[in-house]
């Protein structure tokens, strides 16, 4: 939204009950770039667990995922 100049069409500042990232289009973009990092080096890592065959490390790994995702539906309800 930020990159190609469209904020002006999204409400920021909320309409009801929103999550408080959702206040600026940098901090939506902002909370939006730190979780996509961090699902992406998850996702890294459990590539390379699945490739190298450490059934130890998958499980974590899928555990940690299921953790994430657990965490990022509870971030989304922190309102304002």
Sequence with gaps: MKI??????YPF???GPTPYY???AE???TVN???G???LSVLLFTSWTI???QKKWTAISFG???ILLLGLFIHGQIET
């Design 27 to 29: 901090m939506y973009s």
């Design 13 to 15: 500042g909320g309409e």
């Design 4 to 9: 190609q100049g469209r904020t002006a069409e």
């Design 22 to 24: 959702y206040k600026t």
């Design 37 to 39: 990092i961090v699902f």
């Design 33 to 35: 770039l730190i979780w």
């Design 64 to 66: 940690s995922t299921i």
């Design 51 to 53: 490739i190298k065959g």
